[in-house]
């Protein structure tokens, strides 16, 4: 009788073991005939554009702690050709006199705007900032340097306004996308600037304007690298007259009040009335700019920098207007030239020790 009581206390000890936790879910049984479904396949990695094999990407390529300096000269060629200025609309035979008139005061005006300081140097600075920005600093050889930032490729993203940033586009900006030779882009340049002479400018008919860069080739250069040649056809020109301002219409007093003999208004004289009216181009004067950029650059595409460029900036002025290069009417002659790290001065040699003083021997007793 023990003996069976103790087997079933062992009997029921190892079925408590073998019970399940309370709680457990247990899968569903699949329907026969169903199939099972395919795995879930992760979602693919865009993978980036590929390269057409007989096109390069041209890039700036920058280090941190190594930045790359360059600097650019403007000297103006006396010997050049003067370049032709952009024709404007034949005044009426009526204004000629007026005309006249108009063609005497830009020449008036032409020794002093010749007086002006214009900057025939620049020293650019690119540099990898420790966030990963590409920051650039524009020193001219007159006037206060200024600050930009910019993208791989070189394109002005902020700061940089005018002339300064005509100039750092000519010598920064590369194509956007793999380009083969051959092939051509334009520059995001705004040499002249036409707008900027008012609503009372009237532009003529024709005028031109095309912007193109051309990859040449891509020869093999030293120690594996590839070497891009560029050619640039940048060309801008317009040419107009002003017309004839709006007569200016009557104020209205608002404080007027109805006549009568109890409330006769006293005339008080306006002394501004009296006053000069500010000096203005008369109507018929002729405006008109073209400015002309040529020039070549070789660009090492594996170290991302110039090895040499090389151009000439041209502009003829008709009038008053100025172009958005900031350069007085001629012909200048531009030439990048590598500007390099400044060097540590060497340390002074340091003076050879002094030999010990020899001992006085003493005298023998």
């Not at 007159?142 to 070189?154: K, L, Y």
């Not at 203005?280 to 020039?295: D, I, N, S």
Request: proline share 14%; with cysteine; charged share 20%.
């Amino acid at each position: 009788m023990k003996r069976s009581l103790s087997g079933l206390l062992v009997a029921l000890a190892f079925t408590a073991c073998k019970q399940e936790a309370p709680g457990k879910m247990e899968p569903i049984p699949r329907p026969p005939g169903a199939t099972a479904p395919e795995p879930a396949e992760a979602a693919p990695v865009p993978a980036a554009p590929a390269v057409p094999k007989d096109a390069v990407v041209l890039r700036w390529k920058l280090v941190q702690d190594a930045p790359i300096s360059f600097r650019l000269n403007l000297a103006l060629d006396r010997n050049a050709p003067v370049l032709e200025s952009a024709p404007a609309e034949k005044p009426a035979k009526a204004d000629k006199k007026k005309g006249k008139d108009a063609k005497a005061a830009p020449a008036a005006q032409a020794p002093a705007a010749a007086k002006a300081p214009v900057p025939t140097e620049y020293t650019y600075v690119l540099v990898l900032d420790k966030s990963g920005e590409r920051q650039l600093r524009v020193a001219p050889n007159t006037g206060a340097p200024e600050d930009a930032t910019f993208s791989d490729r070189g394109f002005i993203i902020d700061g940089l306004q005018g002339p300064a940033r005509n100039l750092a586009t000519l010598v920064l900006e590369l194509p956007r996308d793999p380009v083969r030779p051959g092939e051509t882009w334009p520059l995001g340049t705004e040499l002249t600037t036409p707008d900027a002479l008012g609503t009372l400018f009237r532009r003529a008919p024709g005028g031109e304007r095309h912007n193109r860069v051309k990859l040449v080739s891509v020869t093999p250069g030293d120690n594996g690298e590839q070497v891009a040649t560029l050619e640039y056809d940048i060309v801008e020109q317009f040419g107009g007259t002003l017309s004839a301002p709006r007569p200016a219409l009557p104020k209205k007093d608002k404080a007027a009040k109805q006549a009568g003999p109890e409330n006769t208004a006293i005339e008080v004289p306006n002394e501004l009335d009296d006053a000069p009216a500010p000096t203005a181009q008369p109507e018929g004067t002729e405006l008109g700019a073209t400015v002309k950029v040529t020039g070549k650059g070789e660009f090492l595409v594996k170290a991302g920098q110039w090895r040499s460029w090389e151009g000439t900036l041209s502009t003829a002025l008709n009038g008053p207007a100025q172009p958005a290069v900031n350069l007085p009417a001629g012909t200048y002659k531009a030439r990048i030239t590598p500007v390099s790290a400044p060097q540590q001065a060497p340390a002074a040699p340091q003076a050879p020790e002094a030999a010990p003083a020899p001992t006085a021997t003493p005298p023998a007793p």
